[in-house]
């Protein structure tokens, strides 16, 4: 049916991003917002249709030196599984605690647990990265972003 890996995955790709338009198209609008809360799920699902679509079309010969790097070591995929359990936690945890704190420490514990030496180095990105982004988004693009159990 579909003859390269290109074009299998091209398929799943437009799978997840056909859902991903469907929950985005859900997300309520409000009335006095510069822009609104829809724009950059709707922005980043057409972009994920526009290149699943471009790489179903691309050319691409399978040599055994590309189906040997897909292969995944089994001792990976634990690893894997574990980063996999760190986003789930992330996305359980956001709204109640908050997007400051949570990307604060899915940052530096799944740093550390993929082996990321630099503690201070770690805990510095752990704490400005969440609070530019979380002013980036609240101050310039008018977005608000789960606060949680922070005051602000």
């Given at each position: 049916?579909?003859?390269?890996?290109?074009?299998?995955?091209?398929?799943?790709?437009?799978l997840?991003?056909?859902?991903?338009?469907?929950?985005?198209?859900?997300?309520?609008?409000?009335?006095?917002?510069?822009?609104?809360?829809?724009?950059?799920?709707k922005?980043?699902?057409?972009?994920?249709?526009?290149?699943?679509?471009?790489?179903?079309?691309?050319?691409?010969?399978?040599?055994?030196?590309?189906?040997?790097?897909r292969?995944?070591?089994?001792?990976?995929?634990?690893?894997?599984?574990?980063?996999?359990?760190?986003?789930?936690?992330?996305?359980?945890?956001?709204e109640?605690?908050?997007?400051?704190?949570?990307?604060?420490?899915?940052?530096?514990?799944?740093?550390?647990?993929?082996?990321?030496?630099k503690?201070?180095?770690?805990?510095?990105?752990?704490?400005?990265?969440?609070?530019?982004?979380?002013?980036?988004?609240?101050?310039?693009?008018?977005?608000?972003?789960?606060?949680?159990?922070?005051?602000?």
């Amino acid at each position: 049916m579909f003859k390269t890996v290109n074009q299998r995955v091209s398929i799943v790709l437009l799978l997840i991003a056909a859902l991903y338009l469907i929950i985005a198209y859900q997300i309520p609008s409000y009335p006095y917002t510069e822009v609104d809360a829809d724009v950059i799920p709707k922005t980043l699902g057409w972009l994920l249709v526009l290149l699943s679509a471009s790489l179903f079309f691309l050319k691409d010969s399978d040599s055994e030196e590309q189906k040997e790097r897909r292969k995944i070591p089994k001792k990976e995929i634990g690893v894997l599984l574990v980063v996999a359990g760190f986003i789930l936690v992330y996305i359980a945890l956001l709204e109640i605690i908050g997007f400051v704190l949570v990307t604060g420490l899915f940052i530096f514990f799944c740093s550390w647990f993929l082996g990321y030496k630099k503690y201070i180095t770690n805990a510095i990105v752990s704490i400005l990265f969440p609070i530019i982004m979380y002013l980036m988004f609240t101050e310039l693009l008018k977005l608000s972003l789960p606060s949680g159990i922070l005051p602000f």
